[in-house]
């Protein structure tokens, strides 16, 4: 890579504070420390929006509970290919933490915990496919300690707010894997900036990327606007990540690059509610995942769930779907009518006129009062009672639309869209992405920096995340031995 030219000249500029540039930022630190590297970031601090814990799950995503990775055909097979990916990919995040953890760079405690990961269903159709599901995963090496239950006392051992108080008569099932875990993706953002900075990295907050542009010379124009003052830099770079959750659509259409044409944004926010008291928190430690509504997107999967923020075990409910044309939960009611383009328009409107059942769905949620947001709840908790909890607003998720023949899609999950020659990326999507950051990450590196990346690097990757390129399904061994080395160095349960 060149070096810098001038005062406001870098290597590499990352935008957006969150888990992805945090990540990127610290790989690239490692491998390649004398780079200039320069993150922008529009609020006053590091993982305020997606990346903050009260506006994301925490669930370590590894398909353990998320029904929705494992779809079941018409003659009821359950496929686990998606399952598996997810599993695999959040196997490499592990390493990497554990590598930084080993080398004094993380403190896990701050940031990772083990919390059993369970799934609840109730009547006797979605308890025969919990069943299929069970029976599909536990023998594979990357799911290995799945437990299943009809059984209610079972099922109260495992979580006791889950039966007391339930109808006896109600047919449930449940799977639980103890070695699931709870990460506090907002602790783990600023730990891994902060490794960063100690290695000069530059982080400016308050900082707003307006606009970006390719100069003639191939090097990334980018107007940086202070939010302070008001005043406006311009900044180059040769390689730019735009990490900057929803707000990476606009600032990839301004880049021009052709691959983000026909790419749109659908707004989702989510809302959960959250346990007042610590008492009732420690009366449940699991994340218990059920079946999402009809017309509900994935991420819209009902889930009661034991966090830790801040080293404090707390205990939420949701999330409840909402809608606002944002796309960040600081940004403008602008942002979707501004999103769109003569590229992708047509998707866009194709998508929204065979997506009825989502509409109807939002309309519903949006429509909720807490008394019916409570009813929701009681379906996991039968005795709950709702003065006990509070509603929090968490941060918006913009859902992926992409031109699919001569229509368009509604894609759930996440996306790297890139120039051709790998100068400058973007994520778009939700979840499981702050999981899977490691892996998302590595494959950004080998398509921006493939000489470096299969060259200088390649030794170093490998130490870093020692099974990258191998398959964990393919070798039970191996995969057993990654889990206890990571698990011992995390301080987890396996």
């Known amino acids: 890579m060149t070096t810098p030219l001038s005062r406001n000249d870098r290597d590499v500029i990352l935008v957006g504070a969150g888990i992805m540039s945090a990540t990127l930022a610290t790989f690239l630190k490692i491998l390649q420390p004398d780079w200039s590297i320069e993150v922008f970031e529009r609020l006053p601090g590091a993982g305020r929006e997606s990346s903050d814990p009260w506006h994301n799950a925490g669930t370590g995503h590894s398909a353990l509970c998320e029904l929705n990775y494992t779809p079941q055909a018409a003659d009821g097979t359950v496929s686990i290919d998606k399952a598996v990916n997810v599993n695999e990919q959040f196997q490499l995040s592990r ?29 006797k159709e979605h308890s025969d496919f919990l069943k299929a599901r069970f029976e599909a995963l536990k023998d594979h090496p990357l799911f290995q300690g799945m437990e299943f239950t009809g059984n209610k006392r079972t099922i109260q051992q495992w979580a006791p707010l889950l039966i007391k108080g339930r109808d006896g008569e109600q047919q449930v099932a449940a799977t639980r894997t103890e070695a699931g875990t709870d990460v506090d993706f907002g602790a783990l953002t600023k730990s891994l900036l902060k490794f960063a900075a100690e290695r000069d990295t530059s982080i400016t907050y308050n900082a707003e990327v307006r606009d970006v542009q390719r100069r003639g010379d191939g090097r990334w124009s980018l107007k940086v606007k202070n939010r302070g003052n008001g005043a406006t830099e311009t900044f180059t770079a040769k390689f730019v990540f735009i990490g900057a959750g929803g707000g990476a659509l606009h600032l990839l259409q301004k880049s021009g690059i052709p691959e983000i044409a026909g790419f749109g944004g659908f707004p989702i926010s989510g809302e959960f509610l959250r346990a007042k008291t610590p008492e009732i928190a420690k009366r449940h430690h699991a994340k218990v995942y059920g079946q999402a509504a009809v017309g509900a997107p994935p991420m819209s999967v009902p889930h009661l769930d034991t966090r830790y923020v801040n080293g404090e075990q707390h205990l939420m409910f949701g999330p409840y779907a909402g809608w606002s044309p944002k796309f960040l939960k600081s940004g403008s009611w602008t942002d979707l009518p501004g999103s769109i383009r003569f590229g992708n328009m047509v998707p866009m409107i194709d998508v929204g006129l065979h997506n009825f059942d989502l509409v109807k769905y939002l309309v519903g949620e949006v429509a909720q009062n807490h008394t019916k947001r409570v009813e929701a709840l009681r379906q996991f908790y039968p005795e709950v009672n709702g003065d006990d909890w509070e509603l929090i607003v968490a941060g918006q998720r913009v859902q992926v639309i992409k031109k699919k023949g001569k229509g368009g899609v509604l894609q759930f999950g996440t996306e790297v869209v890139a120039s051709s020659d790998g100068s400058i990326a973007g994520l778009l999507g939700a979840s499981p992405g702050a999981s899977t950051a490691v892996p998302i ?8 920096f493939p000489s470096e990346f299969d060259g200088a690097w390649a030794e170093q990757i490998k130490t870093l995340v020692p099974t990258y390129g191998t398959n964990l399904s393919d070798d039970a061994d191996l995969a057993a031995k990654t889990f206890a080395s990571t698990a011992e160095v995390l301080g987890l349960t396996a």
């Not at 590595?442 to 398509?447: C, E, G, P, R, T």
Request: hydrophobic fraction near 50%; avoid cysteine.
């Open 441 to 448: 990450m590595l494959k950004l590196l080998k398509q921006a």
């Open 95 to 123: 390493q990497f933490w554990a590598h930084l953890v080993n080398e004094g760079h993380l403190e896990a405690d701050r940031f990772i915990h083990t919390v059993p990961h369970m799934s609840f269903v109730m009547g």
